[in-house]
Every structure is written in C-alpha cells, then in structure tokens.
C-alpha cells in the first residue's frame, strides 16, 4: 500500500484554497456578467435571480443528500459540505448583486432579504461553531450528552445538597455557605451573561471561597469542601457544556428552520418579478 | 473529572435521527432514579421549521389576499412624481402601472409559466396612458422617440459629417428592443427606488449606441459648428442688418434684452411680444399694407360681352361696370371654394394658378366659353353663399379640404360673413342671379326655408346628379311642362310644388340657352322663377313673398328692359303677360324695417359720416347696378368704367388719416346721413370687441361706409372686417392690423393642406398668402416652414418653455448668474459679415444662415470639466426628444 503523498493536513489547505479560488471566480465572473447588463440598460436582476435560486436549491440539496447517504454517486457527504460552504459563501456576493447592495425597503422584500441574510448568516456562524466549538469541548475532562445535561446538573444538585445535610451534625458553617453560594449555582440555571460568554469566573470565584471555607472547617468537614469544590469544577463543566453544545446544534435551528421559508418565499418572489415585470408584449 | 456522575455516561455515542430520546431524571427527595423520554433535539427542529415555514408562508399568503395586499408587495417607495399612485387606497393601484397588480396568485403563476404574456396591459402601454400628452404617441418606444427612418436618416448624415457614431448591435449587445425596435419604459425608468432620479442615465449607458467614447466634456466632445440652432429662427430677423445698421444709423441701442426676455422659470430666452420688441417700428408698415389690402373672397371679373357673344356664349345678366375687355383676378379663396363645383374645378385644374380673367384671349373661342363656365361657376357661389351665408363656405372648404370644419374653425374664417352680405351684394351686383340660375340650372332645387316664416323660398343650387328626376324636383317638372318658348306657359304652376305657398305668384321668363350647356334641356328654356322680394319685410335680409303686381319693387319699362335684357322677348311671348312692366326680382332684398342694417355713411366728400339705417332709405326704389346683357355694347360701359384703369393697374391708396376710420373709433365719427349709391360696406365683426356701440345692428347686418374722396377710389375706411367694395366689385377681408385673427387662420388653414403650394385647388390661396409682402405683410416676418406634405406659419418665435423637446438643451438661469456671462456676446457673438435673408425666403427650415458664430465649446468647458460642473451627456442633451417638456 502506498503510503499518501501528502499528509490530510495539506490536502484540505488545497482543497480549501482551490474551492475558494473558484468561488472568488465564480463571483468576479457574475460581477462582469451583471456589470455588462447593467451597463447595456438590461435587468440584470432576472440573471442574478435565477442564479440565485438555483444556489439556494442547490445549498438545500445538501440536507438531502446528508439523507440520502446511500448515493455516493453524488458525490461525498465531505465534498457535499465543501460545496455547501463555499457555493453559500458566494451567494452573499450574488444576493448583493441582486439587490444592487441597496437594503431593501420594501416588506416583502424586506421579509425575504430577512430570511436569506438569517439562513446565511446562521450558516456563517454555524461554520465557525462547527470548526471552533468542538476544540473548545475537546479541553473539557469529560464528553456528555447534550440531552442528558439537565438531568446530570440535577443529579449534581442533588448529592451535593445531601453531601452537605450529611456534613452539618457538628457546624452549620457549610450549611450556610451551601444556602448562601451554593444552593444558587447548583440548583438554578446559569446567567444570560454567561449564555453568551461562558467564563469561569464565578467557578474561580466559588472555588477560592471553599478555599477560604476550610479555615473554618473542621477535620471531618474539610473533605467534605473538597468534595463540593469538585462538585462545582463538574456543575462548572456541565453548564460550558450545555452553553457550547446548545450553540453547536441551536444554529441549526435556524438554518434549517428558515431555509424552507426562504425556498418558499423566493419561489412566490420569482413569480412575482416575472409577473410584475415592466417590458413590452 | 476523574469520576462520573451516577447516570453520566462516558460514551458520547447516541443514535442519530431518533424523535425521542431516554433521559433519566433524578427524583430530588429520595434521590431515586427516574428514566423518562423526550423529544430528541432533531425533532425539535424539525417542528421548530414546520412551525416557522407554515408561519412565514401563512401570513404572506393572508397578506396577499388583504387590503393591505398593495403596501406589502411594493418592493420600495416611489419617486415623488409618482408616489401619489401607491397613496391612495384600493387592490388596483399596482394595476395603474403593473398589468398583474389586480390579479390574483394563481393568474401570476399562470403568467410565470406562460412566459410573461397572458396577464393585462404591458407596462409601457400603462405608462403612456398618462405620458400619451407628453410624448410622441407615434414613436413613444422607439429610440429618442424619432421616426425610426428619419432617426437613421439623421445618424447617417451625422456619421458622414463625422459627429458621431453608433455602434453596432450586431456587436453590441444593446438594450433589449423588440422586432419594431421598441424599448420598454422600464429599461431605463427603474422605479421604487424612492427619491433617487427617475431619468438618471450614465455617460456609459449613452454610449452603448453612441460608441464614439467621449470621456469628458472638454477633451473629446467635438466643437460645435452649428449652435444655437441647425435650423433658422422662425421670425425672419437679421440680426447684422438691425444692429449694424438700422439701429445704429437711428441712434438707438441694440439690446439683447429688448426682444429676448427671460421665461417664467429663467430657464431660457424667449421673445418679447411683438408690442414690446418690434412695434416700434414696424406696426406703422403694418397698418399701411392692412389698409390698403384686402384679402378679396369674391370679385367680379370685367367680362368681354362682345367677345363672350360672338363665341355663342351666355353669361346672363352681368354688372356694367364689370364689362369690357377680359381682366380681373380670380382671388385665392374664391378659386378656392370655386373647386367645389365640379364644373369650375375642372376647369380651374387646367389653369395656371395665377390665372386672371385678363389671360382671356378673345379671339380663342374655347377661352372664351370656358371664363363663362366660371362666371356661371362664380354665379352658382355667389348663390349660394346668398342664400347659406357661411355655412356654403364650410361645405364648399369639406369637399375641397377632404376634412371637416368645426364650428370654431368657420367662426374664426368668416368672422361674422352671414348670408345677408352676400344677399346685398347679389342684389346689388347681380340681381337676375336667382332667375338666371333657376333657368340655366335644372339642379337649381327649389325648397323652403322654414326659419324665414312659412311661403318663403329660396333656390338651392344642388349639383346635379343621375338621381334627379322630374318627379323630385317641382322645377323641372314645371319646365318639362313648358317645353318650349312656343308653347304657351301656364300662369300658375299647376301643381304647385308643396314648397311653394299658394299665394305665391310666379312668372315666366325665358332665356337663351347656353349652347353648350347640354345637361339643360333644350325646351327648357321657361322656367318659373320666384318672383318675390322683400321690400320692408319684418325679417331683413330675407326674400319675402310678395306678388309681382301688388309691390312692384323696381320697375323698369318694357322697352328699357327689352333692350338690355334678352329675356323680355320670352317674356312677351309668355301667356298671361300683357306687357307690363316686369319685376326685377332682387335675389335678398335686406332692408327690413326693424332690424335694417345700419350704414357708415360718408358724404360725397367723406367729411361727414354718420350711422344710418338703411331701411330709412328707399329700399323699393334704389335702383339696382346697372345692368349688361349679351346684347349690350361694352364700349360704352368701359368708357365709363372706373374698375378698368383699376383692374389694369391698381392704384395704391395711401392712407388717409383724414378718411382711416378705425372701427374702434367709429362711433365718435358717425354723425350726419348721406346715403350713396357707391359705397363700401363694413360687415361688422360679431366676435371682435369693436367698441361700436351699434346696438340696432343684427348680428351680419353690413354697415355700409361710401367711398372718400377721390371719388371713385376705396379710402381706408376700417380694418378688422369683411368690406364689400361695389367700385371693384369685390367682397374681402381686411385685416386689423398685426396678429389679426382671421387672416391667420386663413393662412393656417391653407397651409395645413397637402401639398397646397403645388394643388390647383389651393396653390393661388397659399401663394396669396405665403409670397412676400403678401396681404399684411404676415410674410414677410413669419416664415412658413414645410413640414412632412404640409406646412407650417411659424407666429411665434422660439418659445421654448412649450416648444418641443429637442436632443440639446440649455437652460440660462443658473449661467447667467455669473457676472461675465451676463453679457450675452460673451457666447453669442454677431459675424458682421453675415446676411441670414436669404435662409428666410424658401419653405426649409433647415436652410439656416445663422447671424452669430458658433459657440466656442472652451467657453463651456471652463466650468464644465471633470473635478468642476457637471459635464455629463445628459447635462446638455436630451433622450427623448419631440415631446412636450414636463417640468425637467
């Protein structure tokens, strides 16, 4: 078996630059089709229309074919994805073009120019996410479930809150640290801030209290702070869990959510301009 | 984490494309476990999508189906000329531009797959139902909106002088045109994009035809060689000749601004009216030809009655003063409503068009036999125009001019000419005329005329046609009962035609045929005429029932009369006459008692006028010109004949103050009655704001003024209305002065006919009218421009405010703001050398010799250069040309 050529790492940059070169072509190509239209006082929206549409069918085919997974003679799922990205990427250029990069100020133009930037603009990010996320979860000890989240945050609440109870016979000093700091962090959901920028300070924060905790603990207590600083660090990871994985499959909640709407509405859209166009019998 | 949590699993294995899940749940009192399921994520999605799709759609779906259908489809605001559309209410306004605005979604999808061609009007179609004013319907789509042969026409001239060229399409792939060449509105109108301009059009797009690539203004535009204008200026006005001389030799100022003002706008130059720019000097030259010529509708050429009896011809009775030698000229107009009359108009159509009486040669018998077809031609009109006044001119201008003649247009050409005029002329000039006619012409129709009360009857002059019949017409029956002058003729008509009152009584004459007149029956050569005149009637200006033997209204003796007119040997021979004395019949006696026309009269020697009725003169007894039958010599008459040095060389009656009475003023000079035998009458101008206060004067009553001194000459009497002139012979127009209305609209009318300088019909009219120094001198300042077949006056200088579009533009407002540009030699600049006369004398506009150098395009291109002002293709031209201008 001969060993490969090249190693993947440099066959993907190839493959990128050379799917990227085509894309950046591909535009400059419509730019002076459309340029020359123009140019020649012809519409050069029915061009950029058509071109267009068929992008966004061809963009939605790809969920087909990630359905389909027994047709190889269409291509990988990888070149699949490839294309998606970078025949995506490109419409951006196209969609200018099209609406002769003037924001659109009518309402149904407004309401479909709405949908295409949310479907692919959702794709954007849903590509950064797919390519920046999963390193992030990689530096985490452990790999969980996204739906089995809740129920392990739970879970956690749970024995930390019966760890605590078991400890309290002799002090009340992590009883009231537990109902004072804890019983927050354990038992409810996480701030809209840290949704959206998921830090851990306030694990640091938590953690060097229960540091600070021991000073007032007892020999038997204080494995008992160290048990519930461990809870923490695992409460801590859950909750990036969630945030990170919950941004990795919600994209998509709007990527495929609006992409029929689109679909839909630009198909009503086309119609549309043919109907409406001004010309001559 | 070094441990996992009860329940964590560590493999992240989970099976794809599951709706549900098993998620365990811990129970937070006794901590036991608890396994449930749920909807897995991808489901979720999956009713998440369903969820927003059905949503999305659905409100667009209801929302094209509301009232508020309009502003949700708009797909931006309109331009502010057209945002009024979309402000209203209502499904239809998209439909005021969009043929599928009011159709509904499944029309617009069946329109989709049919190619765009099953739904409603085409935009451009909707476009022009409110543009069809503005722009040329004709050419409204094609390029520049120019007739697309004159358009290539015009480029290949361009092409050949080097301008300019176009590209090819061939190689070019242009704007998209449909096979007639035409260009949709919206290729170059792209519309809701609110306040952005409308007709913004970039250099390159203009040079996408025009390939020649003009970068900027001032490096490759090439120089101008024929501005202001390729054309001449439409009022003949030398430029050199006034400033260099005339202006200079009086002493007076030259001043641009004297006769070119600037419009409302300050957008351009117009001209000053003539008051303020040109009266000056030359209303007084006006004035002087309008008093001194008439534009003549009927004149009575002098006859050669020898020459007409030697050639067997008959012309019937004839006014003395009009014999003589052959002369006289056959006025534009009256040629003009002659060629109505298929007689006249064939014959008129092998003469030249300045054909005068006077190319008669005497001796050519077909010369002669042909003027008396015409005379009896002008006869018939003057019949006619008798008995409909100006209701014969509109038919007789339908039938020559092919188009019809609205109501206004005669309004404006006859300016209050009614019947009565020409009734007073006929009786004047013509008395016999009706019996004449009535006898020479079978299709003469006899009929009554309900309006002047009941018995009264008029003759009709009706071409004759196969369809005449005995049966139809009451005369010819009552002639083929008479056929001949042997046989006796009945007294009475029996039976009476219905449009003959009963009491009516009617004598027989004869006359003698024409030889050549063969479409009248030789044994009709009696024939029953009306014999009736109205002698004080209540209706002036009628011909009144009224029996020969109970008011004689003029009575010549037998003998008198058989000696001039050939008819009374008829007469005698006809049963039922006893030799008394025989009744002239005049055709339109006018002289009611109530409402008489009113005179101007002058005394003998002009010094003294004075309005008059004339029912105070003794109508009955005023002898009728004098008249010449076949038999009478002419020698006689010629000798007496003032008409004939006149007709041989009209004199040119100066203006006499003492004499010029202005309408206007007529009521100071009016004072004292002296009714004369010659006299020039003024037909009053119903629609002019005279000043007369005439209140008595019926609507075309004639206000008769006598000739001045010298006695026998017109003296400038009034201007402004139809005079009959009874020296001459002659019924005519004269002008008021400058822009007079009704010579106008004669001059417009001809010169809207096809081809009217080559028609026989209108050739002698349109030169009448078109030559220089012709009547007013209109002429001499209008130039006449020809247009495709036809013509146009130009009355108006270069307005520009409401002239057409044309493909250069140039608005003076925001340049004259600058100081040095305020002289306006600084752009225009006078070539002393030069002479524009001659590029005003012929019909082409485009002979233009223009008086000024052309502009120097580094005068423009000082402030018009890239970096300054604007200098872009359409800051100086325009796309659309030939339409009306609509606030750019």
């Known amino acids: 078996m001969k060993p490969p050529r090249t190693s993947p790492n440099f066959t993907f940059s190839r493959r990128r630059l050379k799917y990227a070169m085509i894309a950046i072509i591909s535009v400059a190509v419509i730019g002076l089709l459309v340029w020359l239209q123009n140019r020649n006082l012809r519409h050069s929206t029915f061009f950029t229309g058509y071109l267009l549409m068929g992008s966004i069918l061809f963009l939605t085919a790809f969920n087909l074919r990630k359905k389909i997974p027994v047709l190889p003679a269409f291509g990988s799922a990888t070149m699949w994805m490839q294309l998606h990205i970078y025949v995506g990427l490109s419409t951006f250029a196209v969609f200018g073009f099209h609406i002769a990069w003037r924001i659109p100020n009518g309402m149904f133009e407004g309401l479909l120019a709405f949908l295409y930037l949310a479907v692919a603009l959702s794709g954007v990010y849903g590509l950064y996410a797919t390519r920046i996320m999963p390193r992030r979860l990689a530096a985490l000890k452990e790999e969980v479930i996204y739906e089995r989240i809740p129920a392990l945050q739970r879970q956690l609440a749970t024995s930390a809150k019966r760890l605590v109870l078991e400890a309290c016979e002799s002090t009340d000093v992590l009883a009231r640290f537990y109902v004072n700091k804890l019983a927050t962090f354990f038992e409810r959901p996480r701030s809209l801030a840290y949704m959206i920028n998921p830090s851990g300070r306030r694990r640091k924060q938590l953690l060097d209290e229960i540091t600070d905790l021991n000073r007032y603990l007892g020999e038997q207590q204080r494995p008992v702070g160290a048990q519930l600083s461990e809870m923490v660090q695992q409460k801590d990871d859950l909750d990036y869990h969630r945030v990170v994985q919950g941004r ?28 409406f166009a001004g010309g001559l019998r | 984490m070094n441990r996992p949590l009860p329940g964590m699993k560590t493999d992240s294995y989970e099976r794809p494309n599951e709706k549900w899940t098993e998620t365990v749940l811990v129970a937070s009192e006794d901590g036991a476990e608890v396994t449930t399921t749920q909807r897995s994520l991808r489901n979720k999605r999956a009713v998440f999508t369903l969820a927003v799709t059905s949503f999305i759609v659905g409100t667009t779906l209801i929302l094209f189906n509301s009232p508020y259908r309009n502003e949700f489809l ?119 994009h609110g306040s952005e301009s409308l007709s913004a059009l970039t250099d390159a797009q203009c040079q996408i035809c025009h390939s020649d690539q003009i970068h900027s203004f001032e490096k490759d535009h090439p120089e101008f060689t024929s501005t202001p204008f390729n054309r001449r200026s439409r009022i003949a006005f030398d430029h050199t000749t006034h400033g260099l001389k005339h202006f200079a030799q009086s002493g007076m100022e030259f001043d641009c601004a004297q006769c070119h003002i600037d419009d409302e706008r300050y957008d351009t130059k117009v001209l000053a009216p003539f008051e303020q720019s040109c009266a000056m000097c030359h209303e007084d030259e006006i004035i002087d030809s309008t008093s001194r010529d008439t534009l003549a509708m009927i004149s009575l050429p002098m006859l050669d009655l020898d020459a007409i009896s030697d050639a067997g011809g008959d012309i019937g009775q004839w006014p003395e003063m009009a014999t003589g030698d052959f002369d006289g000229p056959l006025p534009g107009i009256m040629r003009l409503l002659l060629t109505a009359d298929d007689e006249a108009a064939a014959i008129l159509a092998t003469l030249d068009r300045n054909f005068e009486f006077g190319d008669v040669d ?103 046609s196969s369809e005449d019949t005995l049966a139809e017409n009451p005369l010819k029956e009552l002639m083929s009962a008479n056929v001949s002058a042997d046989q006796p003729a009945p007294s009475t008509p029996d039976p009476a035609p219905e449009t003959v009152a009963p009491q009516q009584e009617l004598a027989v004459v004869s006359t003698t045929p024409d030889p050549r007149d063969t479409s009248t029956p030789p044994a009709a050569s009696q024939v029953i005429v009306n014999n009736e005149r109205g002698d004080g009637g209540d209706e002036g200006g009628v011909v009144r029932n009224q029996t020969l033997r109970e008011t004689p209204p003029v009575e010549i003796p037998a003998e008198q009369l058989l000696v001039e007119n050939p008819l009374k040997e008829r007469v005698e021979q006809t049963p039922g006459n006893t030799g008394a004395p025989v009744q002239v019949p005049p055709v339109a006696a006018n002289a009611g008692q109530d409402d008489a026309p009113l005179a101007i009269v002058n005394t003998q020697s002009g010094s003294e006028r004075q309005i008059v009725n004339q029912s105070s003169s003794p109508t009955a007894a005023e002898p009728s010109m004098p008249v010449a039958g076949n038999r009478q010599p002419t020698g006689e008459v010629l000798a007496a004949n003032p008409l004939k040095e006149r007709f041989g060389a009209p004199p040119v009656v100066p203006a006499d103050p003492a004499v010029n009475l202005p309408v206007v003023n007529a009521p100071d000079v009016a004072q004292t009655v002296e009714p004369m035998e010659d006299e020039v009458a003024v037909i009053p101008n119903p629609h002019m704001e005279t000043g007369i206060n005439l209140p008595a004067v019926a609507d075309s009553a004639p206000v008769s003024v006598p000739v001045s001194d010298p006695p026998g000459e017109v003296a400038v009497v009034a201007r402004g209305a139809w005079i009959r002139n009874d020296l001459i012979l002659q019924i005519g127009y004269r002008p008021e002065g400058h822009a007079d209305s009704t010579l106008s609209e004669w001059a417009d ?17 349109f030169e009448e009218l078109t030559r220089q120094n012709s009547i007013g001198t209109c002429r001499n300042c209008h130039t006449v421009d020809r247009n495709e077949n036809a013509f146009v006056v130009n009355w108006n200088g270069e307005n520009h405010t409401s002239a057409l579009r044309e493909f250069t533009k140039f608005v003076h407002g925001p340049h004259l703001i600058q100081p040095h540009l305020q002289d306006c030699s600084y752009c225009h600049t006078l070539d002393p050398e030069s002479n524009s006369v001659a590029s005003f004398e012929g019909f082409d506009s485009t002979v233009s010799i223009s008086n000024f150098e052309p502009i120097v395009k580094d005068n423009c291109a000082s402030c018009h250069r890239e970096g300054q002002t604007d200098s872009g293709c359409t800051q100086c031209h325009n796309y659309h040309v030939g339409s009306r201008r609509i606030g750019d």
């Open chain 2, 749 to 765: 009318m001809i010169t809207s006919v096809e081809n009217a300088d080559v028609r026989f019909e209108t050739s002698a009219l």
């Open chain 2, 362 to 464: 005497p001796y050519e018998t077909d010369q002669v036999l042909q003027a008396c077809d015409l005379v009896w031609s002008i006869k018939r009109l003057m019949h006619e125009l008798s008995v409909e006044g100006s209701e014969a001119i509109k038919r007789r201008l339908e039938i020559v001019l092919e188009r019809s003649i609205s109501d206004d247009e005669l309004v404006a050409l006859t300016d209050g000419l009614e019947a009565p005029v020409f009734q007073e002329a006929t009786r004047r000039w013509l008395p016999e005329l009706t019996t004449e006619l009535a006898v020479r012409t079978p299709g003469l129709q006899q009929y009554s005329l309900s309006q002047f009360g009941d018995g009264e009857v008029l003759f009709h002059y009706r071409p004759r």
């Open chain 1, 248 to 275: 990795l499959k919600l994209w998509l909640f709007v990527h495929i959510g609006m992409t029929y709407s689109l679909l839909i509405i630009s198909i009503i859209h086309g119609i549309m301009a043919h109907a």
């Open chain 2, 74 to 192: 708009a797909p931006g605001p309109l331009c502010s000329s057209h945002a009024q559309i979309l402000a209203g209410q209502g499904a239809d306004r998209c439909a005021a531009c969009h043929g599928a605005g009011d159709k509904s979604f499944a029309q617009w999808f069946s329109d989709a797959i049919s190619g765009g061609r099953s739904i409603g009007a085409c935009q451009s179609d909707l476009c022009m139902e409110c543009h069809k004013n503005s722009l040329n319907a004709d050419y409204a789509l094609v390029a520049h909106n120019v007739d697309p042969a004159v358009l290539a026409e015009m480029t290949a001239e361009k092409q050949r002088s080097g301008q300019f060229s176009l590209a090819s399409y061939a190689n070019v792939p242009g704007p998209p045109v449909n096979p007639l060449g035409e260009l949709a509105c919206s290729t170059c109108h792209r519309e809701h």
